[in-house]
């Protein structure tokens, strides 16, 4: 089971951070990454971690602004959103074992939260 959990509404230049809480399976062996929906369009990738915390991806528009992180000891990832701009609204959704190369998903997910952004 994932849950996430963190979003919110806020105004363009702001923060989040969002967490999901991960249980039923062995959380500290699996790459972990985070995706988003914006409305109309298709879900996808934002950043990615690998197993360990030594090995971060992010897509293009996430670089420099959000930051993944994880405590295995507390079976957490989080995403930070910094700078926040309109066009980050959307659902964004923790996923378990994506592909930190090809950038696509595993087959857990979380239930989603949302994160919207105003001007």
């Known amino acids: 089971q994932l849950v996430d959990s963190g979003g919110g509404s806020v105004q363009a230049g702001g923060s989040l951070r969002l967490s999901c809480v991960c249980s039923?399976?062995?959380?500290?062996?699996?790459?972990m990454g985070w995706y988003r929906q914006a409305p109309g369009k298709e879900r996808e990738f934002v950043a990615g971690?690998?197993?360990?915390?030594?090995?971060?991806a992010y897509a293009r528009f996430a670089e420099g602004r959000f930051t993944i992180s994880r405590n295995n000891r507390q079976n957490t990832v989080y995403l930070q959103l910094s700078s926040l701009k309109t066009e980050d609204t959307g659902v964004y959704y923790c996923n378990a074992g994506p592909d930190l190369d090809t950038q696509g998903p595993g087959s857990r997910w979380g239930q989603g939260t949302q994160v919207t952004v105003s001007s």
């Open positions: 039923g399976f062995s959380f500290e062996s699996y790459d």
């Open positions: 971690i690998s197993w360990g915390g030594g090995r971060h």
